[in-house]
């Protein structure tokens, strides 16, 4: 399964568990454990899902814009990323912000990714 199905999944099982109420206990394989339990377990899968998916996203929007730095000044991977870092010190954003804008600059605009939803 892919995480957004993953996400949907638990999504609605939340709702459904939330919708009747199930109880005050549900079992789990080896453990019971209190349904307001559950539901946390639930937000807190969802919230680390998403931070996940933030840190992909990012961590390729950097990686592309090292491989554009790479072909334009004929650099190694360390060098692409000095040049992002040394922007983001001296221009006080983010490195996925210097990266975002390096890419705007291409003729073709910023490429998409396979994980762009």
């Given at each position: 399964m892919h995480?957004?199905?993953?996400?949907r999944f638990?999504?609605?099982l939340y709702r459904v568990l939330?919708?009747?109420?199930?109880?005050?206990?549900?079992?789990?394989?080896?453990?019971?454990?209190?349904t307001s339990d559950v539901?946390?377990?639930?937000?807190i899968a969802l919230a680390a899902a998403e931070q996940l998916r933030s840190a992909l996203d990012s961590r390729t929007v950097i990686d592309v814009a090292c491989g554009v730095i790479m072909a334009r000044n004929r650099c190694s991977c360390e060098d692409a990323?000095?040049?992002?870092l040394?922007?983001?010190?001296?221009?006080?954003?983010t490195l996925r912000q210097i990266?975002?804008?390096?890419?705007?600059?291409?003729?073709?605009g910023s490429p998409g990714t396979y994980?762009?939803?």
């Open positions: 995480v957004a199905s993953n996400q638990v999504r609605v939330l919708l009747f109420g199930l109880g005050v206990v549900m079992e789990l394989p080896g453990r019971f454990v209190a539901a946390e377990e639930i937000r990323i000095q040049v992002l040394n922007a983001s010190d001296q221009g006080r954003m990266a975002s804008t390096v890419l705007a600059g291409l003729p073709a994980f762009q939803r």
